[in-house]
């Protein structure tokens, strides 16, 4: 019993440090129109809690990845939300 409960406490541990880290967006995944839409409303709705809602151009897809790393949490967007909105911004930020 006791071995049991080691090697379940073990494999908790690498579930731990080796699963995906949460909000961890390292690029595009969602590109249809419906999907974006989601970001979008999602954004208009989270981020503006704190102070104005950000212009998508202020930053290039590298500098999103960047900076909504730091804000989804703040926002307690899930990671798929996360990546929603990622994938909206750099659908509009043009650059
Ligand atoms: C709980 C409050 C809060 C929420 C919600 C929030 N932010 Fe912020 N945001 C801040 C604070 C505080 C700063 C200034 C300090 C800093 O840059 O960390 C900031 C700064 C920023 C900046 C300027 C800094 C930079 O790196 O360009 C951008 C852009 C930004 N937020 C985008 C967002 C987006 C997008 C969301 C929605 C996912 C969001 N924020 C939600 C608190 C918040």
Redesign the pocket.
């Known amino acids: 019993m006791k071995k049991l409960l080691l090697t379940a406490a073990a494999g908790t541990l690498f579930l731990v440090s080796c699963g995906p880290k949460s909000n961890a967006v390292t690029g595009p995944k969602y590109t249809s129109a419906n999907d974006f839409a989601k970001g979008q409303t999602i ?1 208009e709705n ?2 503006n ?3 104005a809602l ?1 212009d998508p151009k ?2 290039d897809d590298k ?1 999103w990845i ?3 790393s ?3 949490p ?2 307690k ?1 899930t990671d798929d939300q ?1 990546q929603l ?1 990622y994938d909206y ?1 750099i659908s509009v930020n043009g650059r």
């Open positions: 954004f989270s981020c809690k704190c102070h950000p202020k930053h500098g960047r900076t909504l730091r804000m989804a703040k926002a967007l996360h909105v911004l």
